[in-house]
């Protein structure tokens, strides 16, 4: 009996300790010391902007924290679209996304108000509003629905090309079918312009093009290189109709679990790889990507030679329709210019 009393006592401990190790691993994801490996996905080939900006951070993350935390990268949508991504991201199956704003919209409603139309002045204007009060507000919205927006990038400035003609006014638009996301804000923004938006998925667009489903779309310069749209559509014009925010998503459960030490170093090293995205990747792909539509015979038709206030006036009907809706966001916005 006392044998048996001995044996029990002995398990009793071993169970208590069993779940008090447990309970410490939940608590915090890295406190075992054990390496912790995310999964990131997106959309771009691994040459692209995003693709380039992904391997930087999980090569600074694995210097950062001595192999603790790495990086298992998937580029060129293998986990999905992006709008998948995303879902998976609030899911918890995947750890991290690089999506553009337009996938995130479709989860915190609030977003889409960036697709707006002339929105920015800048570049430096949108980062000024991003990495501020504007951006804290959407990432407060985006946390409500499990989902951590680590920072905010430029994605690029969309602009107007057409194997039709050069566009140098807002009359040259008009007529013209425009691919574009089937994206309410987009659409309304080319039938302002006069153009007959077509919504059509991106792998479709360049044999869309040269079938004459449609004469040319809004394409990011990363759109006309990494999709070859500079074969088929050689007119482009510099209008800047409207500015494409990139988005670092991670899920929120998983970035609150991390200790403070890991989270420190993580945290700086997405402010860093965003710095060094903007200062050295962006520009850099920007600079080879119009080299490289000169060279395929892409007329480029710069801003200062575009009548850009035709095309402001052109799009107020967009701000009619759907400023109300973002009035918290866009009065920061109007009041910093």
């Keep these: ?17 069993l779940l008090a190790a447990c309970g410490s691993k939940e608590s915090k994801v890295d406190a075992s010391g054990d390496a912790i490996v995310y ?35 998937f580029p060129g949508a293998q986990l999905g679209g992006e709008v998948e991504m995303v879902e ?31 929105l920015f002045e800048d570049f430096e204007h949108a980062r000024e509003m991003l990495q501020g009060e504007v951006g804290d507000k959407l990432k407060a919205k985006a946390e409500e629905k499990g989902i951590k927006i680590l920072t905010f990038f430029d994605y690029g400035i969309a ?11 807002v009359e040259d638009v008009k007529g013209l079918k425009l691919r574009t996301l089937e994206n309410e804000i987009f659409m309304d923004t080319f039938r302002s ?20 489903v449609v004469d040319g779309t809004d394409p990011l310069n990363v759109t006309m290189t990494g999709g070859k749209i500079y ?54 792909y920007e600079e080879s990507a119009e080299k490289l539509m ?8 710069d801003a200062e030679d575009i009548d850009l206030d035709s095309f402001r006036k052109a799009v107020q009907p ?20």
């Design 1 to 17: 009996m006392k044998k048996q009393s001995i044996i029990l006592l002995f398990g009793v401990c071993c169970l208590t300790l």
């Design 39 to 73: 999964r990131l996905g997106h959309a771009a080939p691994e040459t692209d902007p995003a693709g380039l900006l992904s391997n930087k951070m999980a090569e600074d993350i694995k210097e950062s924290t001595s192999g603790q935390m790495t990086f298992e990268v």
């Design 88 to 118: 998976q991201v609030r899911a918890g199956t995947i750890d991290m996304a690089i999506v553009t704003s337009g996938a995130l919209s479709n989860f915190v409603q609030e977003v889409a108000f960036l697709d707006l139309p002339f």
């Design 159 to 169: 602009n107007i090309s057409n194997n039709k003609r050069d566009i140098y006014s």
């Design 193 to 212: 312009l006069g153009a007959d938006p077509v919504p059509i998925p991106y792998p479709e667009l360049y044999t869309s093009i040269q079938q004459g």
């Design 231 to 284: 074969e088929v559509n050689k007119h482009l014009s510099k209008v800047g109709i409207s500015y494409r925010a990139g988005v670092i998503l991670m899920n929120l459960d998983k970035y609150n679990a991390l200790s403070d030490d890991i989270k420190s170093k993580f945290d700086s090293m997405i402010l860093d790889g965003r710095d060094y995205y903007h200062d050295t990747i962006y520009p850099e």
């Design 294 to 301: 000169k060279d395929n015979g892409v007329n480029i038709i």
């Design 318 to 337: 967009v701000y009619d329709k759907h400023e109300s809706k973002y009035t918290d966001f866009i009065s920061i916005i109007k009041e910093s210019r």
